[in-house]
């Protein structure tokens, strides 16, 4: 089965749009190292402000006939070949494939709410296109909505990015419990929390280190801890040119640290070395 990971937390500002689109192109690039058959990836782009879909396209003029938003308004036995002609190549890299978003998806919440089945049409469709591709990377919004919903009942497994920050470590056990309450909740028993990620780490900031330690050592938290990212304005410069990290500067210290990320991904979830 292929792995589908939902990038997502309920925090905005946390650089998940930024690690979905780094982590995406990454593991392109290393299966393609690795001599794989296959190193196709699709990434999903399910925010409505298109973050992900911005940096990997250079545009955000996707509407309602080739967007996600299309997928999700299509009638649900036609969804699958209405996704098939939604997704787009990167501007990244030719395996690397995208799901965009479009604005209409503020929309599609309201218009979808109350709709038997609406929780499964991205998982429905998705589940016929997923054998085309080796691993498929979903970006959620930053808030546990519908849309949120969709993609991890779509997912095998989700990854938390996370701030060294008190709010949010404090924060992480009732986002593990939400994730484990949509697992029950929408009978999706596929979907597992594989990983925590911390970004924006300054090693020179205390409170950072302490946070750190407090979480490597907590009995739950602990042993989902697979990648720290360090706080390096060489992302934003990334962002600026719509670049991928390792495109933009590939030995700066977040592009060292997404590259290890992703072998680590590669090697808890592909169960092969990186």
């Known amino acids: 089965m292929t792995r589908v990971l939902a990038l997502t937390n309920h925090k905005g500002g946390v650089g998940k749009s930024t690690s979905a689109t780094n982590v995406a192109f990454g593991l392109c690039g290393v299966m393609r190292r690795m001599g794989t058959p ?14 992900a879909t911005l940096l990997t396209t250079g545009r955000n003029d996707f509407g309602t006939d080739n967007s996600l938003y299309t997928v999700l308004m299509a009638d649900r036995q036609q969804a ?33 709410m109350g709709v038997a089945g609406a929780p499964y049409r991205l998982a429905d469709p998705l589940s016929r296109i997923a054998p085309h591709y080796a691993a498929i990377v979903i970006d959620t919004r930053p808030s546990f909505s519908l849309m949120t919903e969709m993609g991890l009942i779509a997912s095998t497994d989700a990854i938390v990015p996370v701030e ?33 990620v911390v970004t924006k780490m300054d090693t020179r900031v205390r409170g950072h280190n302490y ?40 030995h700066a210290p977040a592009g060292v640290a997404y590259l290890k990320l992703v072998g680590s991904l590669i090697q808890r979830l592909f169960k092969v070395g990186a």
């Open 38 to 51: 296959n190193n196709r990836i699709l990434l999903i782009d399910t925010d409505s402000q298109g973050h």
């Open 80 to 112: 699958p070949q209405v996704m098939a002609s939604c997704i787009v190549q990167s501007a990244w890299d030719p395996d690397l494939h995208v799901l965009p978003a479009s604005p209409m998806l503020e929309g599609a919440e309201r218009e979808l």
């Open 211 to 250: 946070l750190l330690d407090e979480l490597k050592q907590h009995p739950t938290l602990g042993r989902l801890l697979c990648g720290v990212i360090p706080a390096n304005e060489a992302v934003s410069y990334a962002h600026r040119n719509h670049q991928s990290i390792f495109a933009y500067d590939p």
């Open 164 to 196: 060294p920050r008190y709010l949010e470590t404090v924060g992480l056990m009732s986002v593990v419990d939400k994730i484990a309450n949509i697992r029950e909740g929408w009978r999706a028993p596929h979907l597992r929390i594989s990983g925590l």
